[in-house]
Every structure is written in C-alpha cells, then in structure tokens.
C-alpha cells in the first residue's frame, strides 16, 4: 500500500527525471545570486527557544488549513512576534504552496527562509537558491546516502544552509555519517502514514550530537509543548499549523519564545 511519502516522493522524482536544465548552468546561476541571510546563524543567535514559522496553506493528512493566506502579510506578523526564521512551502499538488510564495514572504520581511519541499536532485537545490531561499530541506527518509551527502555538499557550495530531518535513530545516525549535520530537525510526524507523536522529540534529544543545532518539527500547540522541548535541549522549533490556525499569528508565536534552561 503506498504512503504519502511514496505518493509524494513519485510525483518529485517524475518532474525531476522530466527536468532537462543544464545542471551546470543552474548551478552558475546559484552562484550568482547574492549573498543569503543565515538561516543557521540566526537561530543561533537566539537567546530563547527559537521559532521557524511557517507559511502553510494545505496539508495532505489535514486538508485546508488557510488556503487564502497572504503570504506577505503573514511574515510580517511572524517577524512582529518575534520569529527567528521562516519556512514556506512551494510543494503546490499536496500542500498548495509556490515559489512565488517564498518569493512573497521573504521580500516583505528581513528574516532568512527555508524553503520547504521535497529535494529530490540537484537542480532542487540550485533552485531553493534561486528562489530567494536561504536554507534547503533535506528529509533523510526521502534521500540515499549519496543524496544526502551530494545535496547537502551543494548547499553549502551554493551558500545555503541544509536542514537534515530526521525521523528516527537511524536516519539520525545517516544524517551525521553522510552530511556536517549541523541543523538537524525531528520531525514527530511520521511521513508515511503523517500521524504525530508529540514525544518523539523529547525522546530523541538524549542522542543528539552535543553540537547539532536541534530543531522539532510538527506537533507544536502551544507553550507547554515549546517548554518541554527547550527543557530537552532543544534549540528551535518549526510550526506551522497552530499558527496559520491561529486568529492572532504574531501572540501565537510570542507565546512559544520560551527562555532556553541554563546549562553547566
């Protein structure tokens, strides 16, 4: 029985193999493009629980969630509330976003964006830089081991930083063999059937490499869920939904800038 991921991963990899572009000439492209905001630099630049906030209309398990956002208007009430980042989504068949809604969003605000959607080749990635993107995503259950190193050693050629997401102990243990691992995103959802387990993150810090930046990703409702997370070393977490959903975006968000626990 296929899974969302195949569903969506075949849908990807068909457009790729459809994709004629000169490698070569996307990637001078990439090159030329100036230089990108620090999506890596700027979560760590926080002194509280950081927030990836996400510009999401749809999602395949939920169906529409705001399917008439403004994108420009909803960045600026995230960087009103305090958001460290964005994320936006440019998969347009399952999640109903675009290139020009990254494009929207980073233009009406000063934080750096990761784009969100399924990298699946090279030109994937040279195409997140010329879409204005300053971070790639790179989900480890959708790659092989050569992927993962080729594309994350793109990015950084390419100037992009490269979010590894990770659902597991094996793919965390792919993501620090095959890449510098130096963002690294538990996703709670499971992308085969998309069901969330809200202490899949909590259970996971413990293994995490000391010097990983760690992101949680999905399943994030609110400020008990942003204190647990920070308590288990946590340094940012990604959300979308509870936003979007939200009537109030900008004081959603503010109520997840939790203060990050002191360390020895």
């Known amino acids: 029985m296929a899974t969302y991921l195949d569903a969506i991963l075949a849908a990807h990899r068909s457009a790729a193999q459809a994709d004629n572009r000169s490698t070569e000439q996307l990637i001078e492209q990439a090159r030329s493009m100036p230089p990108t905001r620090g999506f890596a630099a700027a979560l760590r630049a926080s002194s509280e629980l950081a927030v990836i906030a996400e510009v999401k209309r749809r999602s395949p398990s939920k169906g529409d969630l705001a399917p008439t956002l403004d994108p420009a208007s909803l960045a600026l009430s995230y960087q009103a509330g305090g958001a460290s ?76 930083d490269a979010l590894i997401e990770i659902h597991d102990e094996a793919e965390l243990d792919r993501a620090v063999a095959c890449t510098s691992a130096e963002l690294v995103g538990v996703n709670q959802r499971d992308l085969e059937t998309f069901m969330v387990d809200q202490a899949r993150a909590v259970r996971m810090a413990g293994i995490m490499p000391a010097d990983t930046l760690r992101i949680a990703e999905s399943g994030v409702r609110g400020q008990q869920d942003a204190l647990a997370l920070a308590a288990a070393g946590y340094h940012a977490v990604l959300v979308g939904e509870h936003l979007v959903r939200s009537a109030d975006p900008a004081a959603a968000l503010s109520e997840l800038r939790v203060a990050l626990p002191v360390r020895e």
């Open 85 to 160: 980042c964005l994320s936006v989504l440019t998969d347009q068949d399952y999640f109903g976003g675009s290139p020009e809604d990254l494009a929207a969003a980073r233009t009406a605000v000063s934080l750096p964006v990761l784009r969100k959607d399924f990298t699946v080749s090279a030109h994937d990635v040279c195409d997140a830089r010329l879409m204005g993107a300053d971070c790639v995503l790179l989900i480890a259950a959708a790659l092989d081991d050569a992927e993962l190193t080729d594309f994350s050693e793109l990015a950084t050629e390419l100037g992009l």
